[in-house]
């Protein structure tokens, strides 16, 4: 679906946009959050179940309901890269990103020549050429597609100087339970030395003019909206 990515506009203009990480497949789910007015759906094919063609149905009910449709992908591996941003992706978030060549390397896999070395070929995110010609779809596509690096280890933090020197990133996002474990307090997202790192990546993200990933993407787990709304009807409903 060739449409603008109303995400990265919206970010890159500084207004927030709301959306939701899905752990699992389920089409209905992207389709009932697109009609309540959630601006964006995160795929993630890192933790998640998810094969190419799943996730190309969680795309395809994105695009139904006016959602942009985002993938946590699993590794930064061209060809993995590729099969997601091919079935209709309109950005990537990279886990793990720990040093200046790995973001240089993301940014290769997403971007057509001359920002990259993305293949080329016929897929469902050109339309499979039937509304713009492929010359055409590769300026539309360098210019619409997203890139977050997640930045979840101690080695990130320490190399981040380098990172955020690499160009056409658009936001950084963290991952505190992973780097609790990396800190040595696994499972410990919110200790305070936890916090404190990532505050201290932030100011230093937003010192260099780029975006933080969390202070512009709010975003809400879909199994922990489920599990709480859940436990709150049970408790209404038994009267506890």
Known sequence: MIRTNKVKASIHAGQKVYGFLLPFPCASIVEIMGHLGFDFVMVDAEHGPFTTESAEEMFRAADAVGLTPLVRVPDHEFSTILRFLDRGAMGIQAPHTNTRAEAEQVVQA??????????????????????????????????????MVQLEDVEALRNLDDILKVEYIDAFAFGANDLSQSMGLPGQANHPKVVEAIKQASA??????????????????????LVGAARE???QARGR
Request: include cysteine.
């Open 110 to 147: 997403v971007k057509y020549f001359p920002l990259g070395k993305r293949g080329l070929g016929s897929n469902r995110a050109c339309t499979f050429g039937a509304a713009m010609s492929r010359s055409e779809y590769v300026q539309y596509a360098n210019r619409e597609t997203m890139i």
């Open 204 to 225: 230093k993200i937003t010192a260099a003019g780029k975006i933080v990933a969390p202070e512009m993407l709010v975003s809400v787990m879909i199994d922990s909206l």
């Open 233 to 235: 009807f049970l408790a």
